[in-house]
């Protein structure tokens, strides 16, 4: 079979690779579909850190090729999507309810990534995140799980009430996300990007309001502009994973709000607080990681509804050997996801 490996940053390359066996518990996945994320482009770009080389690729949906031992909830031909993780349920974070920080947390993309043919699916994962695709739901539609169980969790971990205002600031893939699922629960949402394209999309995902980051001086301002009172908002939500736009996401919480911060940024880097205001202004500044068991099935009933639609969010397609050119033109934001396709 063939799949891709990351070597270094900017070096990926397609390999030939014998089609995984299933041990007991374990499936095999024909997949169908992979799509890029934005994940994929910090990988690439910068790396990660595992130590290289190790597969890429973790939002695909397929066909079961193969099933281990004992395994008895899904059969061969079955259309299957598979979360990239599982928690252990054990350890003291998973009994405290906060499986995204579990000691034992399996990431399957590392060791099995789904840019390839065949994608080997650990036991828990099976047992835990791994779905039926219904009738209707095509594959790009399932394989959009993993970034909607993400933003469902940081909504949910966002505190606001109906009603209130909520800002988004980057309006990738997991940024429209946020949007859409923090207008269905109730919220006045404004949207932040440099992209009219994107900014357009939020507005059918459900912004009332969108700012072109490149059309004003003071972001921040810009947002507080839009509030009763100019106050600010309840909640400003940073999706970009960058430094600068942690801060702004600071300047721009009403006195008593809330800042979080789901953009991953890299390693190293540092964010300068106004500790007088935090004091003051009894901001709360929460970071949240990844998602859980509860939100990945969840997301699935979500995407069961259509409360989103790939339609909207997968762009171009392309054969595995141009992984490098899907992910470069998604990294441009000419694009809100590509996808890679197998032949079925």
């Known amino acids: 079979m063939k799949r891709i490996l990351f070597y270094a940053p900017e070096d990926i390359r397609v390999e030939e690779a014998e089609v995984p066996t299933p041990a007991k518990g374990e499936i095999v996945i024909k997949n169908v579909v992979t799509l890029t994320c934005g994940t994929d482009v910090k990988t690439y770009k910068r790396g990660y850190r595992y130590e290289p080389p190790f597969t890429m690729g973790h939002e695909a949906a397929g066909v079961v090729h193969a099933i281990g031992e004992g395994v008895t909830k ?9 979360h990239n993780s599982a928690s252990c349920g054990k350890c003291y974070y998973c009994k405290k309810g ?15 990534g789904a840019y390839a043919e065949y994608q080997l699916v650990p036991k828990k994962i099976v047992e835990l995140n791994t779905f039926l695709i219904p009738e209707g739901m095509s594959y790009k539609q399932a394989a959009l799980l993993e970034p909607l169980a993400c933003a469902l969790y940081g909504t949910e971990m966002t505190n606001f009430d109906i009603g209130d205002t909520v800002c988004v600031n980057g309006c990738g893939p997991i940024g429209l996300m946020f949007i859409r699922m923090c207008y269905l629960r109730g919220a006045r949402v404004i ?48 999706a970009a994973g960058l430094p600068e736009v942690w801060s702004i996401a600071l300047d721009m919480a009403r006195p008593g709000g809330e800042v979080l911060f789901f953009g991953g940024t890299k390693k190293g880097l540092t964010v300068p607080v106004d500790t007088t205001k935090v004091h003051y202004e009894q901001l709360t500044l929460k970071g949240v990681f990844h998602t859980t068991p509860r939100h ?49």
């Open 98 to 112: 906060q499986e995204s920080m579990c000691v034992d947390l399996i990431q399957n993309q590392f060791k099995n």
């Open 74 to 82: 899904f059969k061969v031909g079955d259309k299957v999507v598979a």
């Open 191 to 238: 949207a932040c990007d440099l992209s009219d394209e994107r900014l357009q999309l939020a507005k059918k995902l459900g912004a009332v309001e969108t700012i072109n980051i490149k059309d004003v001086k003071d972001q921040a301002q810009a947002v507080r502009d839009l509030t009763e009172d100019k106050r600010g908002v309840d909640a400003a939500i940073e």
């Open 296 to 344: 990945v099935n969840a997301a699935f009933e979500m995407l069961k509804m259509n409360a989103i639609s790939a339609d909207d969010f997968v762009q171009n397609e392309y054969p595995i050997e141009d992984t490098e050119k899907a992910i470069l033109e998604h990294a441009s934001g000419k694009v809100i996801k590509n996808c890679i396709v197998f032949p079925e």
